[in-house]
């Protein structure tokens, strides 16, 4: 609901009480807000104190009359209308108020309905000027040059803006015709359309090269509107202009450099392309076109990058453009280009990220048509077959060292591991080694108190008086509370129970995470039972450190290298574990690790809230030998590892990356095949 309008406040001055009693109400009957004061200085401390829109001031008061008060409105530059009120009909005080800015002089008794009308003039009168007031401020002050013409186009009024961008005074431009600024650049038909347009009564707006009076030529952004009077009829018309040089002068700049770097690119003897995220090409030069058999017209209506590649090749290369996209490396750049005819053809793309405000927004690259050296390869690979074995060869060895590494990188973490695991296992020994030494007390006492009792049962068969025996065993179970001794010995044997399972539990878990498959054998196995053995082994490297919270949802079974698994689960958990560790927080962190699955991908995140990886070292976190710990903390060789584990021998993702809040999360994905899916269900019966 829009608020009502404020109430005008009149301001009634005037030394009779009746008479100020009665203006007063028939003043609030006309619809205004009334104060009424007795004399003229209690008039000028409201005039200073608040607002106040109209006065009614008796002309005889005293201390101040109405005449000093007029004086002192004038004087202060007051704009508040005040109509006098006297009951001398005095010619000489009329004129005196007259002069002084009084807008009315009324005799006493006044007419109801003339004081009525004479208010509602004078705030009326009074809006218009502070209307008026406003317009002239706002044309004076605006940055647009406004110019008013006669419909001849003669000038009538021109703003400050004007005369500081055109060069003529206020003087020099008012009497003129608005043609003195032009330039002669444009056509007659040009100025003819323009005056067609607003002599019909329509609005024009455009472009316009002028001339200042120094000779200058200037680019204006003009409106021009007509003005009709009261019959519909042209009285003048309006125009807005605004300096557009510098921002012509920009663009023509602009031209030019995009010209140059047009003709420049065209110079390459290599296509280059940009895309944006979406990987839509947004510009190519002269042999992307040539080469790929696409128009300037096909990349307007929009041309994805991954139709310059054959299908096969396409999810390859959509998975290096997010990687490209992360800042993460990938050794794949060689793919099967296909033209717009279908024609395929080998290529060679090179990429880098086109970032804005440290933001990726599209990557940039360069296309190399290898058909050429492809066809010197073949005939190189006919000539020098021997060669190509020994290479087989070396990379086999290569590929054998490479095991051999990683082999030695995790005996190198269960040397690192062994000693907590020697602690984890001391735990449950030396609890079930306590409770059977309390057990063999308890048995000892037992033994005694049996004695005693065949002693008794032998006395009683030789009728023997059995009351002191009878005294002395209850003396006995009392000293031995041999009530709570047979209350103990179940407890002793349920705990003694559950060091044997923790001491299994970690011996299974041991011997699961040591069990060695062939380097290439894959086998079904259960993701949440590796990351179950990894948090048992790697217990003592993260029990004091952080807090383990688990999310594991039921998996299919995933054709894998089990212990390879569990090295990339050890790896990323000892990671985080050290990445806490190092900012010396005082109190435990928190690793998360969640586990789910969809239909073609098996899924498991290992997230800290550790200090993250800085964009720079993001770069090279899966590089061999790079390690951002300290000397002695790390070989540099787990993440590298990792990746070739998922990336190369289980052709899975290994994803990473820094979440706003802080923090790591390193999410891999593992391929599901048709032949390793088993149901949750039937795995659940």
């Not at 006493?108 to 502070?130: M, S, V, Y």
């Not at 557009?244 to 296509?271: G, H, N, T, V, Y």
Request: with cysteine; aromatic share 8%; hydrophobic share 35%.
């Amino acid at each position: 609901m829009p608020p009502s309008p404020k109430k005008s406040v009149v301001l009634i001055a005037d030394d009779n009480a009746v008479e100020r009693v009665i203006a007063s109400r028939l003043v609030e009957k006309f619809g205004y807000d009334v104060i009424a004061v007795a004399d003229g200085e209690r008039c000028i401390e409201l005039l200073d104190t608040r607002r106040i829109d109209l006065l009614l001031l008796d002309i005889h008061m005293p201390k101040k009359s109405g005449i000093d008060v007029l004086a002192y409105i004038r004087d202060h530059n007051f704009t508040v209308p005040a109509i006098m009120i006297s009951g001398s009909s005095d010619l000489e005080l009329a004129v005196e108020s007259l002069k002084l800015g009084a807008y009315q002089y009324l005799l006493k008794p006044i007419d109801h309905e003339r004081l009525g009308a004479t208010i509602k003039n004078a705030l009326c009168e009074q809006e218009l000027r502070q209307q008026v007031m406003l317009l002239s401020a706002a044309m004076s002050q605006s940055p647009m040059s406004v110019v008013i013409t006669d419909p001849d186009g003669i000038i009538d009024y021109v703003n400050p803006a004007f005369t500081s961008s055109s060069g003529y005074s206020e003087q020099e431009a008012k009497g003129k015709k608005i043609s003195l600024m032009a330039s002669g650049k444009h056509p007659r038909k040009f100025y003819e359309r323009l005056w067609k347009t607003i002599s019909s009564g329509k609005s024009w707006d455009g472009e316009l090269i002028n001339r200042r009076k120094n000779g200058e030529l200037f680019w204006e952004y003009a409106t021009i509107s007509p003005i009709t009077d009261n019959f519909g009829h042209i009285s003048h018309y309006l125009a807005i202009k605004q300096d557009i040089s510098l921002r012509k002068r920009e663009q023509e700049a602009l031209a030019e450099s995009e010209q140059r770097f047009q003709e420049l690119a065209d110079l390459l003897p290599q296509p280059i392309f940009e895309s944006d995220t979406k990987g839509l090409i947004t510009y190519t030069n002269r042999l992307g076109f040539e080469l790929f058999g696409y128009t300037k017209e096909d990349l307007d209506r929009g041309v994805s990058s991954l139709s310059l590649f054959a299908p096969e090749d396409r999810q390859r290369v959509a998975c290096n453009i997010e990687c490209r996209l992360k800042g993460i490396p990938f050794e794949s750049h060689e793919y099967i280009g296909q033209r717009k005819n279908g024609e395929r053809f080998p290529i060679l793309v090179y990429t880098a990220n086109i970032v804005r405000e440290g933001i990726p927004v599209g990557i940039r690259g360069i296309v190399l048509d290898i058909t050429e050296r492809r066809q010197i390869e073949e005939q190189l690979q006919q000539l020098n077959h021997t060669l190509e074995q020994r290479v087989e060869e070396r990379t086999r060895e290569l590929e054998k060292t490479h095991q051999q590494m990683i082999l030695r990188e995790k005996l190198a973490s269960i040397g690192q591991l062994a000693a907590g695991l020697a602690h984890e296992l001391n735990n449950p020994i030396n609890f079930v080694r306590l409770n059977f030494a309390a057990l063999q007390e308890d048995i000892d006492d037992l033994r005694s108190i049996l004695a005693r009792y065949r002693s008794i049962i032998s006395k009683y068969e030789h009728g023997d008086d059995l009351t002191d025996a009878l005294r002395e065993i209850r003396q006995m179970e009392t000293d031995l509370s041999i009530d709570s001794l047979l209350e103990d010995i179940p407890n002793i044997f349920s705990e003694s129970k559950s060091g044997f399972d923790r001491i299994r539990t970690i011996i299974e878990s041991m011997r699961n995470f040591s069990y060695r498959h062939d380097e290439n054998e894959k086998v079904p196995f259960d993701i949440n039972r590796g990351v179950r053995d990894t948090l048992v082994i790697a217990r003592n490297e993260y029990r004091y450190i952080a807090e383990v919270v688990k999310d594991l949802q039921k998996l299919p079974l995933v054709h894998c290298n089990p212990e390879q698994l569990n090295q990339v689960f050890l790896n990323l958990i000892v990671n985080s574990a050290h990445a806490i560790d190092s900012q010396q927080r005082g109190k435990k962190g928190r690793i998360g690790i969640r586990t789910w699955h969809d239909d073609d991908h098996v899924f498991c995140s290992i997230a800290d809230d550790g200090p993250g990886i800085s964009p720079q070292a993001m770069q090279h976190i899966f590089e061999p030998f790079f390690t951002t710990k300290s000397p002695g903390k790390g070989t540099g060789l787990g993440l590298s590892i990792s990746y070739d584990i998922i990336v190369q021998k289980h052709k899975g993702r290994l994803d990473v990356h820094c979440p706003a809040e802080g923090g790591t999360v390193f999410t891999m994905a593992l391929p599901l095949k048709r032949t390793a899916k088993v149901d949750i269900h039937e795995r659940s019966k």
